[in-house]
């Protein structure tokens, strides 16, 4: 079946825009996750959903950085005012429900501020 | 904090050869350490998963070993081929918490196998 499929496969941006970046789960997954990857942070976790539930945002690294789940399937992560720190590959990833715990991976959007 | 240390950064290995990366946890509340294999321009894809009641899991050439009591665990990659390079990446989740199997990464091991 499909897999874990994100947009654009590329984004590059000015220094202050925003950018949404889109991320379309496994059908049938209830968990989602977006992570980043980055050459100095290597992966890092940004923001979990689980079907109705609040969303953990504890990874968020800044207010500038929000994400929305709609319908319990696609995911739009926004970063405000981008600056060039936020340069990085933006992965999503998607689990069934409960175990096992086998997360299946986007193929990422790589976002460039200049 | 770096929850999970991994080593080495690179490694280079000839066709036939074992490719052993190393990882050492701190949490002793994770309970799912996977490891994942990214090829460039590609996201990580599952290559292996074990869990701290068994000490060892063989899948084909791949291999995990696990060892509780040290809080480490590491990839063995047997008769390594070229197709096998790729950077890996260990991982580790936990069942509780707020973020039910949120991963933590090492950093990561940028393998080369030559012919």
Known sequence: GAGVSQSPSNKVTEKGKDVELRCDPISGHTALYWYRQSLGQGLEFLIYFQGNSAPDKSGLPSDRFSAERTGGSVSTLTIQRTQQEDSAVYLCASRPQGPPREQYFGPGTRLTVT | ?115
């Not at chain 2, 949490?27 to 321009?41: E, I, L, R, S």
């Not at chain 2, 063995?76 to 918490?97: E, K, L, N, V």
Request: proline letters at 6%; hydrophobic letters at 35%.
């Open chain 2, 1 to 115: 904090q770096q929850q999970v240390k991994q080593s080495p950064q690179s490694l280079i290995v000839q066709k036939g050869g074992i490719s052993i990366i190393n990882c050492a946890y701190e949490n002793t509340a994770f309970d799912y350490f996977p490891w994942y294999q990214q090829f460039p321009g590609k996201g990580p894809a599952l290559l292996i998963a074990i869990r701290p009641d068994v000490s060892e899991k063989k899948e084909g050439r791949f291999t995990i070993s696990f060892n509780k009591s040290a809080k480490q665990f590491s990839l063995h990659i047997m008769d390594s081929q070229p197709g096998d390079s790729a950077t890996y990446f260990c991982a580790a989740s936990r069942a509780g918490g707020t973020s039910y199997g949120k991963l933590t990464f090492g950093q990561g091991t940028i393998l080369t196998v030559h012919p």
